[in-house]
């Protein structure tokens, strides 16, 4: 499995970015998938996480109402939708995918599978 994560760059405080993650590997629907995102001397924040089936979402406190999460299982693809983007919102942003999660763990950095990176930068 590889993850590549696209969509990042420089927006203001307010504007809206989308992310991606292309998946390439076998059985993508049988994944779940998550984003996290590092910002410079933190440690890996949970995002946002989908079920294999896309029905279910989950998200971290700090973006609940502002970032949602979708797939396309015909695409092999997860999104992160970002709105209302703060400037502690910036970060590396990491997509991740894990065939064996349970809904308790969702949140837990200890994917199998992770993306190498989009930098998304908030700042006017």
């Known amino acids: 499995v590889q993850l590549q994560a696209s969509g990042g760059g420089l927006v203001q405080p307010g504007d809206s970015l989308r992310l991606s993650c292309t998946f390439s590997?076998?059985?993508?629907?049988?994944?779940?998938l998550a984003w996290f995102r590092q910002a410079p001397g933190k440690e890996r924040e949970f995002v946002a996480a989908?079920?294999?089936?896309?029905?279910?979402?989950y998200y971290g406190d700090s973006v609940k109402g502002r970032f949602f999460i979708s797939r396309d299982n015909a695409k092999n693809m997860a999104y992160l939708q970002m709105n209302s983007l703060r400037s502690e919102d910036t970060a590396v942003y990491y997509c991740?995918?894990?065939?064996?999660?349970?809904?308790?763990?969702?949140?837990?950095?200890?994917?199998?599978?992770w993306g190498q990176g989009t930098l998304v930068t908030v700042s006017s």
């Open positions: 991740a995918a894990d065939s064996r999660r349970i809904t308790s763990t969702l949140g837990d950095p200890t994917y199998a599978y």
């Open positions: 590997g076998r059985a993508f629907r049988t994944y779940s």
């Open positions: 989908t079920k294999g089936n896309g029905g279910s979402t």
